[in-house]
């Protein structure tokens, strides 16, 4: 099993920056990739961006260039540092984990509302 918290979301203003955290636990040795999604209101979830285990990452179109996903392993930890905030990135935002056997694992959820 894995565990997932995430911390860091709230209220921002438009061109604004925002630090997401997820922390990790349980079996992380079976974790195979980390990722956020989010969803907006009446909206599917959507992958924001992902990263691997051998530090590879991804990111959606409407992202790229204004948020990174980074890891820090030592505290078991999933960032993302969101910058140049804008109204479309209000949503709340998932930590995932995919393990080896390709099981979806969520976290709570935490809000980002960004104004205009």
């Known amino acids: 099993q894995v565990r997932l918290v995430e911390s860091g979301g709230g209220l921002a203003q438009a061109g604004e920056s925002l630090r997401l955290s997820c922390k990790v636990s349980?079996?992380?040795?079976?974790?195979?990739?980390l990722a956020w999604y989010r969803q907006a209101p009446g909206k599917q979830r959507e992958l924001v961006a992902c990263i691997r285990s051998i530090d590879t990452t991804n990111y959606a179109d409407s992202v790229k260039g204004r948020f990174t996903i980074s890891r820090d392993n030592a505290k078991n930890t999933v960032y993302l540092q969101m910058g140049s905030l804008k109204p479309e990135d209000t949503a709340v935002y998932y930590c995932n984990a995919v393990d080896i056997e390709l099981t979806y694992y969520w976290g709570q959820g935490t809000q980002v509302t960004v104004s205009s």
């Open positions: 349980g079996s992380t040795f079976r974790i195979s990739s």
